[in-house]
């Protein structure tokens, strides 16, 4: 979990691949104010009843097909890439902490040090 003071955020490692490697990452926590770079993706989340899987933490996850596809063409192929990334690093289903995080979305875009956009 978060803190509830919302200082910190989840950052996504997504590990390095290339082609048809499977999408693989691990989420960790950080301070917003002394955290790592990173780069916010900015996407179309896409039909959430047409999932495909990635893994996270070593277990099978679904995200969107749009998501997947955004991940797969993002990731490096010869080291990690640290992404924040809303569907994942937002934990869903906690509406307080997406109220909480939804309210930092501002100062997450602008630490960002890339943001990328992905339309499909």
Known sequence: PLA???SQIRLLQLKAGVGDDPVTCFLEVVDL?????YDALSYVWGDPGVPDSITLHGKQHDVTVNLYDALKRLRQSDK???L???ALCINQGDTKEKEGQIGLMDKIYSRAKEVCMWLG
């Open 80 to 82: 990690h890439r640290r």
């Open 84 to 86: 924040w990334v809303d």
């Open 4 to 6: 509830s003071d919302n």
């Open 33 to 37: 104010e002394r955290c790592p770079d």
